[in-house]
């Protein structure tokens, strides 16, 4: 069983940061990609941010090029996407998920964390 544990999420004023952290246990494969999605209420799910466990290559959605950076300690089986220079759009759920996708972007991942609430305030 790989088990996804996320924290670090809270309330935070628009222009400021965030780090999500994602604790990784269980068995998983090298091949796998850590990803982070969000879903606001009404809407869908969407892709954030992804790395490569093994080669530590990351790829992110257009929204977020440039304010976010995920990351992965391997040594500690963690995963972090650190946020800046947030923005009220930013608000929903984070979810932290690990897998083996066809699309990196794409929620088909297999794995996912309880998510962890991120309100940014205007």
């Known amino acids: 069983q790989v088990q996804l544990v996320e924290s670090g999420g809270g309330l935070v004023q628009a222009g400021g940061s965030l780090r999500l952290s994602c604790a990784v246990s269980g068995r998983t494969f090298s091949s796998y990609v850590m990803g982070w999605f969000r879903q606001a209420p009404g809407k869908e799910r969407e892709f954030v941010a992804a790395?490569?466990?093994?080669?530590?290559?990351?790829y992110y959605a257009d929204s977020v090029k440039g304010r976010f950076t995920i990351s992965r300690d391997n040594a500690k089986n963690t995963v972090h996407l650190q946020m800046i220079s947030m923005k009220p759009e930013d608000t929903a759920v984070y979810y932290c998920?690990?897998?083996?996708?066809?699309?990196?972007?794409?929620?088909?991942?297999?794995?996912w964390g309880q998510g962890t609430q991120v309100t940014v305030s205007s």
């Open positions: 790395i490569s466990w093994s080669s530590g290559i990351a």
């Open positions: 998920a690990a897998g083996q996708p066809h699309r990196w972007r794409s929620p088909e991942y297999g794995y």
